[in-house]
């Protein structure tokens, strides 16, 4: 019997989203106080890999013929959909200098991926400012 892969996995489709966990668990760690640097640091890290990587957003990518992009589904905001060339039509946007700023202003293009921006831009701040000795905010 065939199935869909939104329930072939053994969560029923959220382990898509254990970043959210995450990013819950690094907001508990600075509020709390008592976990150190390096937890802080290893759940930054963790939240900023799932939205570059996992995260499901849009795929976003440039399409002939239509000004918003690719509407397919597409996991992280450096990755592109199920179509192969489309991961490397997102990558690109990154390295040719011209095309830098269609990536960026694809960042908060609808609620999804301004959430998942803001979560890895806030991770990425977390992280610097634990392994930044005498730089915590009293």
């Known amino acids: 019997m065939a199935t869909s892969g ?7 489709g959220l382990g898509q989203w254990w970043g959210v966990l995450a990013g819950a668990l690094l907001i508990a760690a600075w509020i ?4 150190g640097p390096v937890v802080i640091a290893v759940l930054s890290a963790a ?21 918003d992009g690719c509407r397919n589904n597409a996991t992280g905001l450096l990755m592109g959909c199920h179509i192969r060339q489309h991961r490397w039509q997102k990558l690109k946007l990154l390295i040719v200098r011209r095309q830098v700023r269609e990536f960026c202003s694809g960042l908060f293009a609808n609620g999804k991926e301004t959430l998942v921006t803001l979560a890895a ?4 701040v977390s992280g610097l400012v634990a392994l930044i000795p005498d730089a915590v905010i009293q």
């Open 6 to 12: 939104a329930r072939s996995s053994r969560l029923g």
């Open 121 to 124: 831009v806030g991770s990425f």
């Open 32 to 35: 709390n106080r008592a976990a």
């Open 47 to 67: 939240v900023l890999l799932w939205s570059f990587f996992q995260a499901p957003v849009t795929c976003g990518a440039p399409v002939r013929g239509r000004d």
